[in-house]
C-alpha cells in the first residue's frame, strides 16, 4: 500500500484555512437566530469579520511565498511579473466572471437594478463607493486582484529604480511599507 500524503501540506494552514471556512459560515447563518439573542449574533459576526481576515493572512501568504520565489529566483522582469498575474488571473477571473454573470442575469429576470455595474468588470465596485446589494461577496476577490497587481508592479518598478543588493531584504521592505501604506490610506 502506497502512502500518497502531499508533503507540501503545511497542517497548521489547513487548520487556519478550516477554522477561517468554519467562522465564515457562522456568520452566514445569523439569519436563524432571534435578533433579540445579541450575544449569540455578535460573537457570530465577529467570527464571519475574523474568518475573512484569516483568509486575506493565508492569501497574502501563500500567494507572496509565490511570488517571493519568482522574485529570488529570477531576474524579476516585466515577463516575470505578467506571468505571476496571469497564472493567478486563470485560477479567479474565469469562476469570477461566470458568477457574476449568472448574478446579472438573475437580477435583470428579477427586475431589480445594478448600480455601476460597469466597476464589477474591472474590480473597482468597492474601492470609490459605499457597497452595493448587488453581488457584495464579490468584495473581499476586488481586494485581492488589486493585490495582485500591486505587489509585483511595485517590486519591479522599485527594483529597477533601486537596482537592490539583498533582494530578500528588499523583498521584506516592499512588502513591509506597502501593508503600511495601505493602513495609513485606510
Not at 73 to 91: M, N, P, Y
Not at 106 to 123: A, D, N, Q, R, W
Amino acid at each position: 500500500m502506497t502512502n500518497n500524503t502531499n508533503t507540501n501540506k503545511v497542517f497548521g494552514l489547513d487548520l487556519m484555512r478550516a477554522m477561517a471556512i468554519t467562522m465564515v459560515l457562522c456568520s452566514h447563518i445569523l439569519w436563524i437566530y432571534n435578533p433579540d439573542d445579541g450575544i449569540i449574533r455578535q460573537l457570530f459576526a465577529l467570527f464571519g469579520f475574523l474568518g475573512v481576515e484569516f483568509f486575506f493572512v493565508l492569501s497574502g501568504f501563500l500567494i507572496g511565498r509565490i511570488l517571493y520565489k519568482i522574485y529570488i529566483k529570477e531576474d524579476f522582469t516585466i515577463r516575470s511579473a505578467l506571468g505571476f498575474l496571469k497564472r493567478r488571473w486563470f485560477r479567479t477571473l474565469p469562476n469570477y466572471y461566470l458568477v457574476l454573470l449568472i448574478n446579472i442575469i438573475i437580477t435583470i429576470c428579477l427586475g431589480y437594478s445594478m448600480p455601476k455595474l460597469e466597476f464589477y468588470f474591472v474590480f473597482l465596485h468597492n474601492g470609490f463607493s459605499k457597497m452595493s446589494t448587488f453581488f457584495p461577496e464579490s468584495w473581499s476577490l476586488s481586494v485581492e486582484e488589486w493585490a495582485y497587481i500591486v505587489l509585483p508592479f511595485s517590486l519591479l518598478l522599485f527594483s529597477f529604480l533601486f537596482r537592490p543588493k539583498n533582494k530578500k531584504r528588499f523583498f521584506l521592505i516592499m512588502t513591509l511599507g506597502l501593508i503600511s501604506l495601505f493602513i495609513f490610506l485606510k
